[in-house]
């Protein structure tokens, strides 16, 4: 095979990447603005493709959702790696739970599109649910290696937060209540500094629960005396 002929084979094989890149760029912002029943011609126009195009991609509505979701999920643990490595480690995980907030925020219309992709492939809440837990263990790791963040908390509880905190996104000035509640848990979740200097310590969330010894203490003080 020629040189000549191994580009021809290879410029549509780029141009199709392209075209698919462009298509889903374009549907990212048409169904923020417009919600899932947003037209997929609308998506086509401005991603600046045929409709034929979009459907040699995407063949279903529920098809080109999924592929929207995952490139989002893939960018929230691009953005997990790139906190790592601009921020402190307690801020790099507040930034990204501010991060996720502000995507829902502003992506209403896609948060929906996403949602049904979600309810309609139990693969791609695996998928998910995966991702973003990685994301959030990368970030509470190096927290706690640093002895910034207690260590008794899971990935998936931090991820359980975080959906519960933006579900009533639908409400007037829901946003900033949430990012507020955002500052608090991640607060929370820090290692207290007692006044001696002396640190609160925290089993990690991996070692099994101590066994209870001696009589249950008393309310009071630490040491169950009044």
């Known amino acids: 095979m020629t040189d000549r002929t191994a580009a021809t084979v290879r410029k549509p094989r780029a141009d199709a990447v ?19 029943d947003a037209s997929l011609e609308a998506v086509a126009k401005r991603a600046g ?16 959702f999924e592929a929207v979701y995952r490139r989002e999920v893939q960018q929230l643990g691009e953005l997990a790696e790139q906190l790592k490595s601009e921020a ?4 790099a995980l507040r930034r990204w739970l501010r ?48 002895g910034e963040i207690r260590s ?14 933006c579900y009533m996104h639908d409400q007037p000035g829901w946003q900033n209540s949430v990012l507020r509640m955002v500052d608090v848990f991640v607060d929370g979740l820090r290692v207290q500094t007692r006044v001696d200097g002396t640190t609160t310590l925290v089993p990690h969330r991996d070692d099994p629960p101590a066994p209870a010894k001696g009589k249950s203490r008393r309310r009071g003080s630490p040491d169950g005396s009044r």
């Open 99 to 146: 991060s996720n907030v502000e995507f829902v925020a502003t992506k209403k219309g896609m948060s929906a599109a996403l949602a049904l992709a979600v309810q309609g492939s139990s693969e791609l809440s695996a998928y998910s649910f995966d991702r973003l837990t990685k994301a959030i263990g990368a970030l509470l790791d190096r927290a706690v290696a640093a």
């Open 49 to 64: 493709v045929g409709i034929g195009t979009l459907y040699r991609h995407f063949p279903t509505r529920e098809s080109l």
């Open 88 to 91: 402190a480690p307690v801020d």
């Open 18 to 36: 392209r075209n698919r890149e462009r298509v889903l760029e374009a549907a990212k912002a048409v169904f923020s603005a417009g919600g899932p």
């Open 152 to 165: 008794d908390i899971s990935p998936e509880d931090v991820l359980r937060t975080l959906v519960g905190m």
